[in-house]
């Protein structure tokens, strides 16, 4: 079998989260101990917890919501790039890659992921995105979906644009990432989003599979 590597963040009440999210909570609702018939617990988070997948509705009124996203944008082959020396991600960082042609899910390590190794509860305003010509190029690529090392794919202090461009487009934005331990090369993705009804983004446990002989 094919070694597989699981990329999506632990959910706990630890995790760093996103300026005014209510973060990550769970409780006990029925517990053995005290003499319920079960143990069971509820969880209390925003759908943008940890990592997870923002859909169209994220940004545009009207836009499609989780449960009518394809999974075939989400499963199947993808590369992982290595961008850890730049600060942001432009077009031209991109066109750099020579990605195969037909590359159709992009994962981009950046020196992000340093981050989940240490000062891994303290939101970072520093991380690295995509700048607003680097979404239109994923866009020209005709690339269905694209996933980043941090918990969003824009600059912290940059527009909505990065989102608006990509989401009006279809493409599906992949956020919270842990690809530290990830060479780049060709995988199979694994990305399998809750189906929550009329949610615009909904947390994911996402792996990765090697493909034979899948390095560019």
């Known amino acids: ?50 990592t997870h997948i923002d859909a169209p509705l994220h940004h545009i009124q009207g836009g499609d919501s989780v449960e009518k996203l394809s999974i075939q944008d989400m499963v199947g082959p993808s590369v992982v790039a290595d961008l850890s020396s730049v600060s942001q991600i432009t077009a031209t960082d991109l066109e750099r890659l020579n990605l195969p042609e037909d590359t159709q899910k992009l994962l981009l390590r950046t020196h992000n992921s340093e981050y989940w190794k240490k000062d891994s509860k303290r939101f970072r305003t520093d991380y690295v995105g995509l700048s607003k010509d680097a979404a239109e190029w994923v866009v ?7 996933g980043i090392d941090y918990l969003s794919v824009q600059m912290y202090f940059d527009s909505s644009e990065t989102h608006q461009i990509l989401l009006n487009a279809g493409v599906i934005i992949l956020e919270g990432l842990n690809l530290g331990q990830i060479k780049e090369g060709q995988y199979e993705l694994i990305c399998l989003p809750l189906n929550i009804v009329g949610a615009e983004g909904s947390p994911a446990r996402v792996v990765l599979r090697k493909l034979n002989g899948g390095f560019f």
């Not at 990329?7 to 760093?16: C, D, H, Y």
């Not at 996103?18 to 909570?25: D, K, N």
């Not at 020209?140 to 694209?146: A, D, E, G, T």
């Open 140 to 146: 020209k690529q005709n690339i269905r979906l694209v």
């Open 1 to 50: 079998m094919r070694e597989i590597f699981d990329i999506s963040l632990p959910l706990s009440s630890e995790m760093v989260i996103w300026p005014g999210s209510p973060g990550f909570h769970i409780e006990k609702i029925m517990s053995i101990e005290k003499g319920d018939p079960v143990n069971n617990s509820k969880m209390v988070c925003d759908v943008h917890s940890g």
